[in-house]
Nanobody, 120 residues
């Protein structure tokens, strides 16, 4: 089983910064994409940013210019640096990974989520 564990969420004032981290562990043979999604109350889960093993990145329009995704392939970790945070960024942030383990097909894996609250 592959597990994703997020950390780094919390309460921050508008204009502030947070850095989220996600560690993948378990019987991992290969991880292709990793990234972050978020879900605010009453809304659907939405893409924030993703990155491939080759370093290609994709950002939601709302994240461009403020958030930066990075990845440490050797450690199976992905990070999200969030700057200039706004109240509308408040949500539960979920780590995501597209992984392959021997004997199983490629599959999507999700973390349990970490709460980010932007409020004064």
């Amino acid at each position: 089983q592959v597990q994703l564990v997020e950390s780094g969420g919390g309460l921050v004032q508008p204009g502030g910064s947070l850095r989220l981290s996600c560690a993948a562990s378990g019987s991992i043979f290969r991880i292709e994409a990793m990234g972050w999604y978020r879900q605010a109350p009453g809304k659907e889960r939405e893409l924030v940013a993703t990155t491939t093993s080759g370093g290609m990145t994709n950002y939601a329009d709302s994240a461009k210019g403020r958030f930066t995704i990075s990845r440490d392939n050797a450690k199976n970790m992905v990070y999200l640096q969030m700057n200039s945070l706004k109240p509308e960024d408040s949500a539960v942030y979920y780590c995501y990974a597209y992984v392959y383990t021997p004997g199983r097909p490629w599959e999507n894996r999700w973390g349990q989520g970490t709460q980010v609250t932007v409020s004064s």
